[in-house]
């Protein structure tokens, strides 16, 4: 570990330490500020999938939301699969033009809006892709076919009772 504790000024030992609590927060802040490289909240608005967390006690990492709901297609090799405490740009915008994670956004889209989703431009490349990924795509947009389709009649008769 190349990080070390900055030798606190006005600390006298045995005299209340750490007891000032915005003290603490401050250098908290400042703790976090250095080990984290600067995450940006901002990158949450420009990537919705984007995630941040504290895991287990004292890491923190950000992770693609998408990719890790769908497992099945997404590379889960990815940093962003996995969840890194490196807080790139870079990082961030390659992973949205990844190919994988269009996927995993397309399948995403499907489940959640059904037949009605315009096939995104990402599926016009699937036949270019590994045989398994197609079928595991295609299942995933079957599904959600499935279940909208399953819906839509009560939809229908509703809305035309009017
Ligand atoms: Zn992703």
Not at 56 to 64: L, P, S
Request: with cysteine.
């Amino acid at each position: 570990m190349s990080w070390q504790q900055a030798p606190k000024a006005n600390q006298a030992p045995g005299k209340r330490p750490r007891r000032d609590p915005e003290k603490s927060a401050a250098s908290k802040l400042d703790y976090e500020t250095k080990r984290k490289r600067n995450f940006l909240p901002s990158w949450t608005e420009k990537f919705p999938w984007l995630r941040y967390t504290e895991e287990a006690g004292e890491e923190y990492m950000m992770y693609c939301s998408t990719c890790r709901s769908l497992p099945d297609i997404a590379d889960t090799s990815s940093s962003l699969f996995k969840g890194t405490g490196s807080f790139r740009y870079d990082t961030l915008s390659s992973h949205a033009l990844s190919k994988r994670h269009q996927l995993t956004e397309a399948a995403d889209r499907a489940r959640q809006r059904g037949p009605d989703a315009p096939l995104p431009p990402v599926l016009t490349g699937l036949h270019r892709m590994e045989e398994t990924m197609l079928v595991k795509m295609t299942n995933i947009m079957h599904a959600a076919y499935y279940v909208a389709r399953t819906e839509q009649p009560f939809t229908h008769f509703t809305t035309y009772m009017g």
